[in-house]
């Protein structure tokens, strides 16, 4: 699931709630299975890889006919097209199956299958059940074909990076800490994702935000611990009644305790920098853990994600031209999704669907029961906020937001960037839209010099008395 970035950026599509596990055990498409076992009587990777061909070929009723009943009230044939289309719409046009490979994981025949576009390889799992359905179906990020080169203000020959894990099994995520070189102990930061299965570099299309942040403030004397979010190395740990606690703030915590524990790191002075749900989420991160001297909110939204999907659709509504059947409907369902979201009788044990994507009720719940500019405001520690003017996902309306909540707090600082969008990287200069648009997302380019650099004298400023609290 995405959390602001949903609607544009369907990353990862989930047909059913996530029920599969991390295996080590798998068959290739010609050989037996890694434990010695016979290959099972039908070809499930020749059947997944047809599922990819029926996609690819628009034939969104055949696939849906070959779901499993709880697959299919999930998510119908029109929403599988949809979200086909905008996952062709970032990476470009279906080429083929480069390699699959099949494990038996909590009863299903599961097949992992790297998917090539024209500008980016999509893994893409397709799990059936006894019967032969189709049982579950996601789409990972997008690994673009463009390399990644260092941003310009990076200097490599100034930090090293070491390989970190961080929380606790069953749920260890993999990490990377990026270390100044010479004597500490270093000022730290934290880097908490935007939803949806995000890697630790945080990666959309070619561009990797917290590699470029984590490279930059490295290279101005700070550390930066940054970490696979775990609806990315553990979606089958989200089952049941789960919230943004399971999402993302335990494992920010955990993060903060890892640099605490370090000699190399001032444990005085441990940032947490949030963008997009990791920026929302930052005042609550910080509210329960007095080891946090500060937070970063990058592009966080202070108004409920149930009114930023329906204003998202409608202004991509509007980039596309006149009005059609299609757009209408993209709306409808829009602000269909924003009254399940909003509705008094929800129950935790109910599933939301937002933008096709099932979630429980207890996510929207804890969602709504969260207030996050009111919860910053309550804080008695250094405050960032930043905003891209030309973002259209997160909005001026909520950096006004922030800025409302915490008027008159001498610990809150204001940047405002008149040409960046979500990402904190410039509109190309052929984009001239009043916002960004949806296709920014794949020109290659870096977070903006002047954010990296606002971020670093803003933690060198902060005084060494931690958070006072």
């Known amino acids: 699931m995405r959390h602001a970035c949903l609607p544009i950026l369907v990353l990862a599509l989930m047909i059913v709630p996530p029920t599969l596990s991390v295996s080590n055990s798998h068959t290739t498409e010609s050989g037996a299975q890694a434990d010695g076992t016979s290959k099972p009587s039908q070809d499930y990777a020749a059947m997944a890889r047809d599922v ?12 849906h006919g070959q779901f499993a009943p709880q697959a299919a009230a999930a998510l119908s044939a029109e929403k599988l097209g949809a979200a086909w289309g905008q996952i062709t719409g970032m990476a470009g046009s279906y080429k083929s199956v480069k390699d699959a490979q099949l494990s038996e994981i909590q009863g299903l025949h599961v097949v992992r299958l790297n998917c090539d576009f024209e500008s980016a390889t999509i893994p893409a799992t397709v799990g059936f059940d006894a019967e032969g359905k189709i049982a579950a179906l996601r789409f990972g990020m997008p690994q673009s074909k463009t390399p990644w080169t260092p941003p310009n203000y990076a200097h490599p020959d100034s930090f090293t990076e070491q390989p970190v894990t961080v929380g606790n099994d069953p749920v260890k995520l993999t990490g990377t800490l990026t270390l100044p070189k010479g004597k500490g102990p ?11 299965p995000h890697d630790q570099d945080e990666t959309v299309g070619p561009n990797k935000p917290f590699k470029d942040v984590a490279w930059g403030l ?11 979010k775990r609806t990315y190395q553990y979606p089958a740990s989200f089952k049941g009644q789960f919230t943004v606690e399971q999402e993302s703030c335990e494992d920010a915590r955990a993060a903060v305790r890892e640099l605490a524990s370090r000699p190399d790191i001032d444990s005085t002075r441990i940032y947490v920098a949030g963008h997009s749900l990791g920026a929302m989420l930052a005042p609550r991160i910080a509210k329960d853990d007095p080891q946090v001297a500060g937070i970063i909110i990058m592009a966080g939204n202070t108004r409920p994600l149930e009114d930023l999907i329906v204003e998202q659709v409608k202004y991509q509504a509007s980039l596309a031209g006149p009005a059609t059947p299609e757009i209408e409907k993209a709306i409808a369902d829009a602000e269909k999704t924003s009254a399940a979201m909003k509705d008094p009788n929800l129950k935790p044990d109910q599933t939301v669907s937002i933008v096709g994507v099932p979630v429980p009720g207890s996510y929207v719940l804890d969602l709504r029961a969260y207030h996050p500019a009111q919860t910053a405001a309550t804080l008695k520690i250094p405050i960032l906020v930043m905003q891209g003017a030309r973002d259209y996902q997160v909005r001026l309306a909520d950096y006004d937001g922030w800025k409302k909540a915490l008027a008159g707090d001498s610990l809150a600082t204001f940047h405002l960037y008149p040409n960046l969008y979500h990402l904190f990287i410039a509109v190309p200069a052929s984009d001239t839209t009043p916002l960004s648009s949806p296709a920014d997302y794949n020109q290659p380019g870096h977070v903006a010099p002047e954010v990296v ?17």
């Not at 061909?53 to 055949?62: I, S, T």
């Not at 270093?186 to 949806?196: C, D, I, K, N, T």
């Not at 004298?457 to 005084?463: D, E, S």
């Open 52 to 63: 990819i061909a029926q996609l690819a070929a628009g034939q969104f009723d055949k696939v």
């Open 186 to 196: 270093f000022a730290a930061v934290v880097l908490v994702q935007g939803s949806g």
């Open 218 to 228: 490295a290279t101005n004397g700070i550390a930066v611990l940054r970490y696979n």
């Open 453 to 469: 650099a606002d971020a670093a004298a803003w933690i060198n400023r902060v005084p060494r008395s931690g958070s006072g609290r």
